[in-house]
């Protein structure tokens, strides 16, 4: 197929998603630590970001591997090689900062809030899962770094992807479909009100991996689909773009009211999707907007600050060195602390393991 010249069709960068997603990272960051800066959640919806990532992931992974794993030219090791080294390091160093807050700050200190482990088969098991990102199919609650959940899922999701696509070279859009409707019942019978009661407590499957195959079902239809989307008059486009924010903000402002129905699954099911795809035009002004620098800038460091903001958040929130400082300083401050330390984060740890990863492939072509 001919690439549309009203799209951006770079096969490498599509600078608007990676904006999008930096902003969205730092909505989950305002959801967990608003009381640094407010009495009262500003962010009551942040938590929605996981999903949006996982729509994100959807159209990225199919758009870099579909291909690839449908022609036999990439591997399942060389697959699962450039996927841990994206994820895992800092995955597993994040766990790692959590303990470190929980020994030194949260027991000493607010004993209360701190995490208790235990011993016994249970600490084993559930090191096993953290070790090996199998959280959320074998049936742990809450991780020991609590974002780290939706790592779990998107892991699970990549390897069924893979797997999938491999026996039988494209995964018929009709049995996305039927996963994205089968797994939205499945959620809106357990919680109609909210996506945020997730919970990974029954084995193999469970509401966070219903998430998860519902947004990555979304973002791999996006994918296969987005170079049909039919050239829009500019006019037309800003009308859409007025109507798509317009009612983005209508639905978080009364995002706490009561419903039939909670907006969560409207925003999951179709304010995301448009968001992802309306970006997509090189006309729209979304898509500039949020492709500027800044955001880019945000987007590349997002992973570090999702995985890297609650042991530094409860660092700020429990320790005593930060308790002369004042709301909303106290948040600035640690804003700031967090860009900082995932800017390192990403430099230093998440850039060197991508190009590890790669080079592992290119060393061992065969494996």
């Given at each position: 197929?001919t ?8 096969k490498?960068y599509?600078?608007?998603l ?10 989950v ?6 009381g640094?800066f ?10 929605l ?5 996982f729509?994100?992931s959807g159209f ?10 449908a ?16 994820l ?5 160093i994040s ?14 200190l607010h004993?209360?809030n ?8 249970n600490?084993?098991?559930r090191?096993?899962l ?11 609650v809450?991780?020991?770094n609590?974002?780290?959940w939706?790592?779990?899922?998107e ?6 992807y893979?797997?999938l696509v491999?026996?039988f070279r494209?995964v018929?859009s009709?049995?996305?479909?039927a996963?994205?409707?089968v797994c ?8 109609p ?14 509401e ?9 079902s979304l973002?791999?239809?996006?994918y296969r ?6 050239v829009?008059?500019?006019v037309?486009l800003?009308?859409?773009e007025?109507?798509?924010?317009a ?7 009364f995002?706490?009211y009561p419903s039939i129905?909670?907006d969560?699954?409207?925003?999951q ?35 570090s600050?999702y ?18 400082l004042e ?6 401050m640690f ?11 990403y430099?230093?740890?998440e ?12 060393k061992?072509p065969?494996?």
């Amino acid at each position: 197929m001919t690439e549309p010249n009203h799209l951006i069709t770079s096969k490498t960068y599509l600078a608007p998603l990676e904006g999008w997603r930096g902003v969205v990272s730092m909505f989950v960051v305002l959801f967990h630590f608003y009381g640094m800066f407010s009495s009262t959640q500003f962010a009551s919806y942040g938590y929605l970001g996981v999903d949006f990532f996982f729509i994100l992931s959807g159209f990225i992974i199919s758009r870099q591997y579909e291909g690839a794993i449908a022609l036999r030219t990439v591997s399942f090791h060389h697959f699962c090689i450039k996927r841990i080294a994206r994820l895992y390091p800092l995955y597993i160093i994040s766990i790692g900062c959590f303990l470190a807050v929980n020994a030194y700050v949260l027991k000493p200190l607010h004993y209360g809030n701190a995490v208790d482990f235990g011993m016994g088969p249970n600490f084993i098991w559930r090191l096993f899962l953290q070790l090996t990102m199998l959280g959320n199919i074998g049936g742990m609650v809450e991780p020991w770094n609590g974002p780290a959940w939706s790592v779990s899922v998107e892991w699970i999701v990549n390897l069924l992807y893979f797997s999938l696509v491999w026996q039988f070279r494209i995964v018929p859009s009709y049995l996305l479909w039927a996963s994205i409707a089968v797994c939205s019942i499945y959620l809106i019978n357990l919680s109609p009100h909210t996506l945020h009661l997730s919970m990974a407590n029954t084995p193999i499957f469970n509401e966070t991996i219903a998430r998860g195959i519902v947004g990555f079902s979304l973002g791999v239809l996006i994918y296969r689909n987005h170079l049909r989307l039919p050239v829009i008059p500019w006019v037309f486009l800003f009308c859409f773009e007025i109507v798509l924010a317009a009612t983005t903000v209508i639905l978080l402002r009364f995002h706490d009211y009561p419903s039939i129905i909670s907006d969560d699954y409207i925003f999951q099911l179709f304010i995301f999707p448009a968001i992802i795809i309306i970006s997509l035009y090189r006309k729209s002004l979304i898509g500039w907007f949020f492709g500027l620098p800044q955001f880019r800038f945000l987007g590349r460091i997002s992973y570090s600050v999702y995985l890297l903001h609650l042991p530094i958040g409860y660092i700020f929130t429990y320790s005593t060195y930060f308790k002369h400082l004042e709301k909303p300083m106290l948040g600035a401050m640690f804003i700031m602390v967090t860009l900082g330390v995932a800017t390192i984060s990403y430099v230093f740890l998440e850039v060197p393991f991508r190009y590890l990863g790669k080079r592992i492939c290119l060393k061992y072509p065969l494996i």
